[in-house]
């Protein structure tokens, strides 16, 4: 990686901060708009399940209807679009999507394959390794698409602050997928405020408590 390109990426990382107030009426192009779910997509995996789903609203009708849901935070209509991550309950069945490919193009041996899948399914049959791994590999994915958005001149605010219930609800969120956090992704109306953060020696430790 060139000094150039390293400096770029941590520029974007220090400059990242949640924004809450964007330019209202602002429409992303449908261009920027699936750079950004591609961006997203390219975030690592346990197993590479890719355990996401993205719920894209941005029809204004739509967003209205989140807005009681997010508890009336104005960024929910105010922004270009509000993206639900979900997390994927049912990530095993992936399987044979990520891995039958590979084995086809002669990239993975098929033993190794049944290997995995073997390996996956003994997993996944413990409700809570699925719903952790749903909201783990999930959270990945929102913090690329948090960061991809930035690189891309946007801003982006995750939220927790919503009815979990209610959104499954009015969405039609099938059972297999777990909501994780809500994004907002659009144009800020004023610059981010730099949020304070604890020092190294406050969230670091050595080798071992």
């Known amino acids: ?32 708009l699936e750079q950004l779910l591609t961006s997203t997509s390219q975030a690592p995996s346990s197993w590479n399940l890719q355990h996401w789903k993205l719920l894209v609203i941005d029809d204004q009708a739509q967003k209205e209807k989140l807005l009681p849901i997010a508890y009336g935070q104005k960024q929910i209509v105010e922004s270009s679009v509000v993206i639900a991550v979900l997390g994927d309950l049912e990530a095993n069945k992936n399987a044979e999507l990520v891995f039958g490919p590979a084995v086809d193009a002669g990239f993975m041996p098929k033993q190794l394959k049944d290997t995995l899948v073997a390996q996956i399914e003994g997993a996944y049959q413990y409700p809570q390794v ?11 994915a929102a ?23 209610k959104f499954v609800e009015a969405f039609n969120v099938p059972a297999r997928y777990v909501p994780v956090m809500l994004i907002s992704v659009g144009l800020a109306a004023s610059p981010a405020r730099s949020a304070g953060r604890l020092s190294l020696d406050q969230i670091t430790v050595s080798n071992t408590f």
């Open 143 to 165: 913090m690329q698409l948090m960061i991809a958005a930035k690189a891309m001149g946007y801003d982006t605010c995750p939220m927790g602050g919503y009815d979990a219930t």
């Open 130 to 140: 699925a719903r952790d791994e749903a909201i783990r590999n999930a959270s990945l």
């Open 1 to 32: 990686m060139s000094t150039q390109v390293q400096s770029a990426v941590l520029k974007v990382l220090e400059e990242r901060h949640s924004v809450k107030q964007y330019q209202a009426g602002h429409k992303m192009p449908q261009a920027d």
